[in-house]
C-alpha cells in the first residue's frame, strides 16, 4: 500500500521520470569513529530490480580504473523509494543509522559487510567517485568526475554530504558538478549523536530529492522551516484556499487538508517531509523539516 501510495504522489507532481532506473541522489562521509557512517542514497525511480545493478568506486587519485563492483541484489525490487547502502556490516552500523536516522526504514537499508572478499565500493573519504552501473556494465548514474580527486573541488565531501537537486539525473557517465547541492567540507565535523550532538539527520536532507521539480502556486512561501511549534503557515500572492499534503519519506500521506494560510504539523514526529501544495489548480512541492 505505502508504494501504491509513493506512485500516485509522484505522478500527482507531474513525473515525467525514465521508468525504472536507480537514480544517486546523495551521499555523505560521516564523522562518528572511523569517518562513519559512510552512506550513498539511491533512488529507485519507477519499479526497479536492484539485481541488474552494482555499485562501483574509484579512489583518491586513481585513474582509469574503476573497482570495488558490489551487486546491489540484496535490495531486491523496490518502487519509487530510496535505498541506503552503508559501509561496513550491520552488528556495527545498524545502530549508529538508527540513530542518525531514525526516519529511515531498516528494510531499506543494505549494509555492505566486512568480510573477506567483499567488495567495498563505499570505502570512501570524501574525494571518491561513486557510479551505478547495470548488467552491461554501462554506467547509469555518477557522482564525482572520473579520474579526478575531489579534493579541492566544490564536490569535495569530507566529513559532509551533497544531494542531486530535484529535477536533474540520471546523468551516466558525465557527472554535472550543478546538478548537485554541497554541505562543505567538515560541515559534520562534532555533529552527530555519536558526538553528543544533533544527529546527522538534521543537517543532511536525505530523503529530499524529487524527480520533477514542482513550482508552480505564485508567490508561494512556507513558513518557519523547519517547524518547532506545530503551526506551518503557507501564503500565496492570491490567498486562495489551498489543498495540502504532507508525505514521509516512505510516500505515506500523513496529512491531509485545506486552509487559506495554516496547518497543524503538532502530530508529525521530528524528521524531514514532502509538502505538496495546490491552488487554483496548480500545484508546488516544498521540502519540509519537522524538529
Known sequence: MMKKIYSLLFLALGSVAIAQTPVLTGI?????????PKVVEIYANGTVDFANFSLENQTNATTGTWGQTMSLSTLGTKTNTFVYVVHGDAATLAPIMAAEFANIPSANIFYSGTGTGVPQPLNVNGDDRVRIINASSAVIDQFGTSDVSGTGLPWEYKDSWAKRNNGTGPDGANFNVGNWTYGGVSALDTFGTCQ???????????????????????????????????????????????????????????????????????????????????????TATRKLVIK
Open 28 to 36: 555523505m562521509d560521516g564523522d562518528c569513529t572511523g569517518g562513519n
Open 196 to 282: 553528543q550532538q544533533a544527529a546527522f539527520s538534521t543537517l543532511v536532507p536525505f530523503g529530499t530529492f524529487l524527480k520533477v521539480s514542482q513550482n508552480s502556486v505564485a508567490g508561494l512561501k512556507v513558513y518557519p522551516n523547519p517547524v518547532a511549534n506545530g503551526t506551518l503557515y503557507i501564503d500565496t500572492d492570491n490567498g486562495n484556499t489551498k489543498s495540502v499534503a504532507i508525505f514521509d519519506i516512505l510516500g505515506k500521506q500523513v496529512i491531509k487538508t485545506s486552509t487559506e494560510q495554516t496547518v497543524n504539523v503538532s502530530a508529525l514526529r521530528t524528521g524531514v517531509y514532502v509538502l505538496k501544495v495546490t491552488e487554483d489548480g496548480k
